[in-house]
């Protein structure tokens, strides 16, 4: 069964500094890797996607995300943060097997938090 | 273009009484999903529709919890009788193609009270 972690369930990062997200995954065959922002009575927000090439994936508002396949991480990261990134964040992931495609699986989410 | 919408966006209801969520995916979208999401935690599929069809409904609680997509597009998801744990966030998403590759595209949710 396929599987998404985030070890943290709280961030706080200094309003300009480089923030960090975690996400681990164990999936069988081919991951499909997401990453999700909600804010307060909202839907969730696709962020990016990794499906194959390369390992380094852009996304909306200037976020991006590593794809690590030795350590089964995809993290989220961005340069510098902004105030209004404050929100939670899922990871999910989406395997694909012989049998056929896996559900989208989410983590437990991170509540990222940005300090003025 | 038009997100996903849903209706409505709360409801409050007693034990044992029925309830009723609609969704319209996005104009196309072939694929649509129902997820409950309960607090603090990520959303956990319900149902996946293919078109009119049923994917994928392994997860729903099949002797309180339904649903339906008659036309292949709008989609209700009915639970009936509603326990205390019930109270939870109702998503629904959209994807273009039932493909793993595919982005779910996600509406603002029902968030549902049971008291």
């Known amino acids: 069964a396929q599987s998404v972690a985030q070890p943290e369930d709280q961030v706080n990062v200094a309003e300009g500094n480089p923030l960090t997200v975690k996400c681990t995954y164990s999936?069988?065959?081919?991951?499909?890797l997401f990453w999700y922002v909600q804010y307060p009575n909202r839907g969730l927000q696709f962020l990016l996607k990794?499906?194959?090439?390369?390992?380094l994936v852009k996304g909306s508002y200037g976020f991006e995300a590593e794809f690590n396949k030795s350590q089964t991480s995809f993290h989220l990261k961005k340069p510098s943060a902004l105030v209004s990134d404050s929100a939670l964040y899922f990871c999910?992931?989406?395997?694909?097997?012989?049998?056929?495609?896996?559900?989208?699986?989410f983590g437990t989410g991170t509540r990222l938090t940005i300090i003025p | 273009e038009a997100g996903v919408a849903q209706s409505p966006r709360y409801k409050i209801i007693e034990k044992r009484q029925s309830v009723a969520f609609w969704c319209n995916p996005i104009?196309?979208?072939?694929?649509l999903y129902w997820y409950q999401q309960i607090l603090g935690q990520g959303p956990k599929l319900l149902i996946q529709?293919?078109?009119?069809?049923?994917?994928?409904d392994s997860q729903l609680p099949k002797d309180r919890f339904s649903a339906e997509r008659l036309k292949g597009v709008d989609s209700t998801l009915k639970i009936q009788p509603a326990k205390l744990e019930d109270s939870a966030v109702y998503l629904c998403?959209?994807?273009?193609?039932?493909?793993?590759?595919?982005?779910?595209?996600f509406g603002p949710g029902t968030r549902l009270t049971v008291l």
């Open positions: 998403a959209s994807s273009f193609t039932a493909k793993a590759t595919d982005t779910q595209y």
């Open positions: 999936v069988s065959g081919n991951p499909y």
């Open positions: 990794y499906i194959t090439g390369d390992n």
């Open positions: 999910a992931v989406r395997g694909q097997t012989n049998f056929g495609n896996e559900k989208l699986t």
């Open positions: 104009s196309g979208h072939a694929t």
């Open positions: 529709f293919q078109n009119n069809g049923v994917v994928d």
